[in-house]
């Protein structure tokens, strides 16, 4: 019974295009919809770096923290 009916749909969309105006609606749906796409895509390209390939060869790298020489030393 908590379901939008047609007549709840209705009422929001008039409410929608007083408050945004018919002109900017195509506009704001043309960028949500650019929006979504790029979303789409950053989380496909997330997916795809967490999933190891199977044909490349994974080498590690090991590294040490240099600290650079104290201001005052002595010079080499």
Same mark, same amino acid.
């Given at each position: 019974? @908590?379901? *939008? $009916? =047609? +007549?709840?749909?209705?009422? *929001?969309? #008039?409410?929608? /295009?007083? *408050?945004?105006?018919?002109? %900017?609606? =195509?506009?704001?749906?043309? &960028?949500?919809?650019? +929006?979504? %796409? /790029?979303?789409?895509?950053? #989380? %496909?390209?997330?997916?795809?770096?967490?999933? !190891?390939? &199977?044909?490349? @060869? +994974?080498?590690? #790298? &090991? &590294?040490? %923290? #240099?600290? !650079? !020489?104290?201001? $005052?030393? =002595? +010079?080499?």
């Amino acid at each position: 019974m @908590n379901a *939008l $009916g =047609p +007549s709840h749909l209705a009422i *929001l969309a #008039v409410a929608v /295009i007083i *408050l945004f105006g018919a002109k %900017r609606l =195509p506009d704001a749906a043309r &960028s949500l919809g650019k +929006s979504m %796409r /790029i979303f789409k895509s950053e #989380v %496909r390209e997330l997916q795809n770096e967490a999933k !190891p390939d &199977s044909t490349a @060869n +994974s080498t590690t #790298v &090991s &590294s040490e %923290r #240099v600290d !650079p !020489p104290a201001a $005052g030393g =002595p +010079s080499a």
